[in-house]
């Protein structure tokens, strides 16, 4: 079984060896990883300039392993394409430091890696531990070496890919759940440079809109480790009342000929 490792925190992350781990005992591990931290790029990959591939030899990581100047999807890319050598059965990312819920499976480089996988029909799934006083690296590698070779087995739906997060201290038990909502106020700190030019820096505040029962944020607060199943296709078949009316009557007044 060859399996393909990857990470948004980059290649010296400690989530990526425990992963690389756990994994190099259900197959043959290739860990691809970027040279640096890429939390939060999301699904962007690199057009507009070389990708750089180091083969390294580093503690933990086995014996093949590389560091590319790309984005975690740039890495699935290469690795499926050209490094793993054959065909890539199980695309692994993380463990990421930090617990990507809610919302923020739109931003995670983590998540996004498994997403380019799925959108291979590879199976794949992310990673990460809530982070807390004792963040579960351990358990995390343990559970997601035993999901990651039921999945090479059992297989996924077309487009469907699996997010885990594992809780912070004492684990209670895992649950299927749906993505909660976790949006984040946004804040910018506008300041000045040694030069005196502006600079603008941005964070934000997390707020908790969904976080009941059956939820991601809800399981692992609650000690679980939820498993997300995501789908590629963000669309719903159901459309927002009133749509049809607004876009016939939008087409009905355009005024682009005639
Ligand atoms: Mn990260």
């Known amino acids: ?7 948004d925190d980059g290649i010296s992350a400690p989530g990526l060896r425990y992963l690389a781990r756990a994994l190099s005992e259900v197959g043959e591990v290739t860990v691809v990883a970027p040279d640096r931290e ?41 690795g499926m394409v050209e490094l793993v050598g054959g065909k890539t059965d199980l695309v692994m990312a993380g463990i990421n430091r930090g617990a990507n819920l809610g919302e923020e499976v739109l931003y995670s480089g983590t998540v996004s890696a498994a997403m380019e996988a799925a959108m291979a029909g590879v199976p794949a799934c992310a990673v990460s531990v809530v982070p807390g006083r004792e963040p579960q690296y351990e358990a995390a590698a343990g559970f997601a070496a ?6 090479v087995e059992t297989g996924l ?12 201290g004492r684990i209670g038990g895992v649950e299927i759940t749906r993505l909660g909502r976790r949006r984040y106020e946004n804040r ?4 000045e440079d040694p030069r005196g030019r502006e600079y603008y820096w941005f964070t ?13 944020i809800g399981a692992t607060r609650a000690g679980r480790i939820s498993v997300t199943p995501l789908f590629l296709n963000l669309s719903s078949p159901e459309a927002p009342a009133g749509l049809d009316g607004l876009i016939a009557s939008a087409f009905e007044n355009s005024r682009w000929s005639d």
């Open 1 to 7: 079984m060859q399996i393909l490792i990857t990470n």
């Open 204 to 216: 934000g505040d997390p707020i908790e809109e969904d976080s009941e029962p059956g939820t991601d």
């Open 188 to 191: 910018i700190y506008r300041r």
């Open 38 to 78: 890429q939390s939060a790029v999301g699904h962007a990959i690199t057009l507009h300039k070389p990708l750089r591939v180091d083969r390294l030899e580093l503690d933990g990581l086995g014996p093949r392993a590389f560091a590319t100047n790309g984005t975690p999807a740039d890495c699935v890319v290469l």
């Open 157 to 168: 739906p077309r487009d469907c890919f699996l997010n885990v997060n594992v809780p912070d």
């Open 146 to 151: 035993v999901l990651g070779e039921g999945l």
